[in-house]
């Protein structure tokens, strides 16, 4: 397996602690522009960007990743949340686009960012650009990997204290498969990854499609 890259980000420094400063990058996150555009376009424009957690008091530091699998739900999507309207579970959904929406099932939390009213793309996978204590491959031990919980609902990914940076890395293969772990439109090929990454949570059983540009 490819070692994870630890590199500073580009603008990014050593602090006087000698830790590694993402400071600078993380004023300069993706813009709501991003966000407000076609859902599948915005999830497959997602791969490799980078996920930043800013460190909160008595945190560990900085958590970063760079964002390798990903999976859009858009209208009229029986396995999209809001598929029947806004409730008190997915109301994060209908904030806008460029926010943060966290639920939660079978115990473990998945992380997805708005795009359109009630459409939004999951975060499946990142590999990791600061120390993870979990091995983020799938949304779950994504979330725990950030320490991310329903308490993380709503926030605002343009401003907020978890934000998506620029692409700055190597370059992404960019391949689609249809989406995992869902009965309701599993066939729809709207998962998006990066077929050179070793942190990809799952590779399709038949040949992956390339999606150019």
């Not at 460029?98 to 499946?124: E, F, M, P, S």
């Not at 204590?133 to 308490?151: I, S």
């Not at 077929?195 to 540009?213: N, T």
């Amino acid at each position: 397996m490819r070692a994870p890259s630890l590199l500073p980000p580009r603008g990014g420094g050593l602090s006087s602690e000698g830790v590694r400063d993402w400071s600078p990058a993380f004023e300069r996150p993706l813009g709501r522009s991003f966000y407000a555009r076609p859902t599948a376009r915005v999830a497959r424009d997602l791969l490799g960007c980078r996920l930043v957690l800013r460190p909160s008091r008595g945190s560990e530091g900085w958590r970063a990743g760079r964002i390798v699998e990903t999976e859009a739900y858009v209208a009229d999507d029986p396995a999209n949340h809001a598929s029947r309207g806004r409730t008190e579970r997915n109301r994060s959904m209908f904030l806008g686009p460029g926010h943060v929406y966290v639920y939660r099932i079978h115990q473990v939390h998945c992380a997805n960012l708005t795009t359109a009213r009630g459409q939004a793309v999951l975060l499946r996978a990142v590999e990791p650009l600061t120390p993870l204590l979990a091995g983020p491959r799938g949304p779950g031990l994504l979330c725990r990997a950030f320490g991310l919980d329903r308490a993380h609902d709503g926030l605002d990914a343009v401003v907020g204290e978890l934000r998506v940076l620029p692409r700055d890395g190597p370059p992404v293969e960019v391949a689609r498969a249809p989406r995992v772990g869902i009965r309701l439109a599993a066939d729809r090929p709207l998962r998006f990854f990066d077929g050179r990454s070793e942190w990809v949570s799952k590779r399709p059983a038949r040949p992956r499609r390339k999606v150019p540009g």
